[in-house]
C-alpha cells in the first residue's frame, strides 16, 4: 500500500448481500471502489452481529485492493493474528474497546498489517495524540457503531478537521465511517479526510446482476468529495 491523500470511496459490506459476499467485494470494485471496508462486530461491544476471520480470509482471493478491517470487537487483541492471517491489509481497533490500545496497535503492525484506531462520537481527537506514531490511520466514526443506515452526526465535522491539524505530514488516513453520501461527503472532505467509508449509499439500488448503480453511487460520492 503506498501512501496518499486523494479521496478513496471504501464501500462496506455491511450493506452487501451476505448470501454473496465474493460477488460483491467483485462487483464494487469492478464498479470503482477502492478499498472494501469489511465490519466485524461481536454483539458485545456493539449491539449487532456480523462475521469474523473466517468470511475475511473467504472474500479475500475476490478483493483485488485494500481490504480494510473494522473490528467492533472487545477483546480485540485475542483475534488480531486470526484476521491478519485471513489477510487483511489495514486492522482498525477501537480506543474504546479496552484499556490497552496502545499494546492493540503495535500487536497489529507486528502481525503485518497497517493499524488504525478508530474513535466513537463521544471519544475526544485529543485520545488520539499519544498514539500518532504508531497509527496508519485514525476513523472517526460518524454514526454509533452497530448498524447502517444511521444518520450522519454533524458535529463530528470539527472533530476532523482537529485531527488534521495534530496529524500534520504523518502519513495518516483520515476515515469517515458512518452516514456519508453525496450531501455528507463534501463537509469531512474539506475538512481534511480522505477515506470516505459508506454503506447503504454505495449498495443502494444495485445487486450484483444489476451493479451499474453501485458505480453511479460511488462517483456520485467522489464528485460531491472533490
Ligand atoms: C457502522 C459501520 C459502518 C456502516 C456504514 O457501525 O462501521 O461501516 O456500515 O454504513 P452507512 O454508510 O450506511 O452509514
Ligand atoms: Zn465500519
Redesign the pocket.
Known amino acids: 500500500m503506498t501512501f496518499d491523500r486523494s479521496i478513496k470511496i471504501a464501500p462496506?459490506i455491511?450493506?452487501a448481500d451476505f448470501a454473496n459476499f465474493g460477488a460483491e467485494c467483485e462487483a464494487i470494485e469492478a464498479q470503482g471502489a477502492d478499498w472494501v471496508?469489511v465490519?466485524v462486530?461481536d454483539g458485545h461491544f456493539?449491539p449487532?452481529i456480523t462475521f469474523g476471520p473466517a468470511t475475511c480470509a473467504a472474500i479475500r482471493p475476490h478483493i483485488k485492493g485494500v481490504m480494510d478491517v473494522?473490528l467492533?470487537i472487545a477483546p480485540v487483541d485475542p483475534y488480531i493474528e486470526g484476521f491478519a492471517k485471513a489477510g487483511a491489509d489495514i486492522i482498525t481497533a477501537h480506543i474504546e474497546a479496552g484499556p490497552h490500545i496502545h499494546r492493540t496497535l503495535q500487536a497489529i503492525r507486528a502481525a503485518g498489517a497497517k493499524a488504525g484506531v478508530a474513535l466513537n462520537p463521544g471519544t475526544p481527537a485529543g485520545a488520539v495524540a499519544p498514539l500518532l506514531d504508531m497509527i496508519d490511520l485514525v476513523c472517526v466514526?460518524t454514526?454509533?457503531?452497530?448498524?447502517?443506515?444511521?444518520k450522519f452526526i454533524h458535529s463530528q465535522v470539527e472533530k476532523v478537521r482537529d485531527l488534521r491539524a495534530m496529524i500534520g505530514d504523518r502519513p495518516i488516513h483520515i476515515e469517515i465511517?458512518?452516514?456519508?453520501?453525496p450531501t455528507t461527503a463534501p463537509l469531512v472532505a474539506a475538512a481534511g479526510a480522505d477515506v470516505l467509508?459508506?454503506?447503504?449509499?454505495?449498495f443502494r439500488g444495485g445487486s450484483v446482476s444489476d451493479p451499474a448503480p453501485y458505480g453511479a453511487n460511488i462517483r456520485a460520492i467522489r464528485a460531491a468529495a472533490s
Open positions: 462496506s455491511l450493506s471496508h465490519d462486530m456493539v449487532n473494522h467492533m466514526m454514526v454509533n457503531p452497530g448498524f447502517g443506515g444511521q465511517d458512518g452516514g456519508v453520501d467509508v459508506a454503506g447503504s449509499a454505495v
